[in-house]
T-cell receptor
Framework: AQRVTQPEKLLSVFKGAPVELKCNYS??????LFWYVQYSRQRLQLLLR??SRESIKGFTADLNKGETSFHLKKPFAQEEDSAMYYC??????????FGDGTTLTVKP | GAGVSQSPSNKVTEKGKDVELRCDPI?????LYWYRQSLGQGLEFLIY????????KSGLPSDRFSAERTGGSVSTLTIQRTQQEDSAVYLC?????????????FGSGTRLTVV
């Protein structure tokens, strides 16, 4: 069975500092990994997909199959990055497993 | 439609009553998912519809929960004889190309409170 672990429930950094939100997964097949973000009073939305290798709002995430990780990083955090972040694993069965989420607070 | 639409946005019900939650996915999206988000918890998978295939009901927590999708579009999640532990935000999402691998578009959710 697949599993997604986000070890930090809460993460707090100062504006301008680097930020890394950790995500580890377990899955025996070939994973598709995603990060979703939920800003205050907004709906959950897709932030980025590992397969796209894109940078969205300055965030990047690299899939490390050896460490089974997909950590989300940003070199300089902004106050508007404060939100709940979810890591998710999609399988060929067609559904996604989500981690428990990390609440990021960026302090001024 | 422009996005995934869920109704009602809030529902307060008495313990033991039945409730129906509605989801209208993005037009043309063949896959539709229901998840539950409890306070301080992650997203718990409930059920998944893909085209005309039999739904994946493996996440439904009890036989009080059921869902249907009519005409490959609108879906209704029904909870019978609601209990206080059913209180949560129920999220609907849809996806194109049949499957989760392209990412989901979520609705704004229905906040269910059972009193």
């Amino acid at each position: 069975a697949q599993r997604v672990t986000q070890p930090e429930k809460l993460l707090s950094v100062f504006k301008g500092a680097p930020v890394e939100l950790k995500c580890n997964y377990s899955y025996s097949g070939s994973p598709e990994l995603f990060w979703y973000v939920q800003y205050s009073r907004q709906r959950l939305q897709l932030l980025l997909r590992h397969i796209s290798r894109e940078s969205i709002k300055g965030f990047t995430a690299d899939l490390n199959k050896g460490e089974t990780s997909f950590h989300l990083k940003k070199p300089f955090a902004q106050e508007e990055d404060s939100a709940m972040y979810y890591c998710a694993l999609a399988t060929n069965a067609g559904k996604s497993t989500f981690g428990d989420g990390t609440t990021l607070t960026v302090k001024p | 439609g422009a996005g995934v639409s869920q109704s009602p946005s809030n529902k307060v019900t008495e313990k033991g009553k039945d409730v129906e939650l509605r989801c209208d996915p993005i037009s043309g999206h063949t896959a539709l998912y229901w998840y539950r988000q409890s306070l301080g918890q992650g997203l718990e998978f409930l059920i998944y519809f893909q085209g005309n295939s039999a739904p994946d009901k493996s996440g439904l927590p009890s036989d009080r929960f059921s869902a249907e999708r009519t005409g490959g579009s609108v879906s209704t999640l029904t909870i019978q004889r609601t209990q206080q532990e059913d209180s949560a935000v129920y999220l609907c999402a849809s996806s194109s190309v049949g499957g989760a691998n392209y990412g989901y578009t979520f609705g704004s959710g229905t906040r269910l409170t059972v009193v």
